[in-house]
């Protein structure tokens, strides 16, 4: 309990001060965006979910368009990441605004990734319990071992590895490794680093398998 206090002292702590240097680096960055793809609002917001398994909204800079087809439906991201979008994604500029949602007690820096709720299909009941246990976090155990994953399942897998080994010093690795992957700019490509579901991986609530459609 001592560890968690602390863990979550840091994060406020943090939150706070990374505030005072993110607020200038947002607003231009915000600029760029509006300027750049004035058709929709600067910030996107999306359910996920979060500790406890109670969903919350997400904050994000927006890096991509809202360009649709003749249809009215929304062309593919490939399509709608343009290279302003490119650029904010490749500093993680765009998840500067969840420190609202550390500040609001819905995120950590450092969890397991925060999931929209169709891709907690992967695991079972027990899993999602265990994992939702933690707060969701801006970077994370899976975040940086992205491009090792095929599959959501491999993802699950290594925030279920973070929770079950969890420690401050653990934190503290990821924490020194994030930072080495954004200098270095080593973060795996969008193609890669987010796979789909797949029908196969879907885990039925009698804790069966799906099967691949």
Partial sequence: MISFFIKRVFDILFALIGSIFAIPVLLVAGCMVKIC?????????????????RNFTIYKLR??????????????????????????????????????????GEMSWIGPRPLLPDEMCVMTEEEQELRQSFYPGITGWEAVNEGKSSTRREMAEFDLEYV????????????????????????????????????SERIAKDGKEGKEA
């Fill in 63 to 104: 890096t991509m368009t809202n360009e649709r087809d003749a249809e009215g439906n929304l062309l593919p991201d490939e399509k709608r990441l343009k290279g302003w979008g490119k650029l904010i994604r490749a500093t993680n500029i765009d998840e500067l605004t969840q420190i609202i949602n550390i500040l609001k």
């Fill in 37 to 53: 793809s004035p058709e929709s609002p600067v910030i996107f917001r999306q359910t996920r979910v979060g500790r406890g398994r």
């Fill in 164 to 199: 079950r080994n969890w420690s401050l010093w653990f934190d503290v690795r990821i924490f020194l490794w994030t930072m080495a992957i954004i200098l270095l700019k080593r973060r795996p490509d969008d193609s890669v680093r987010a796979p789909k579901v797949l029908e």
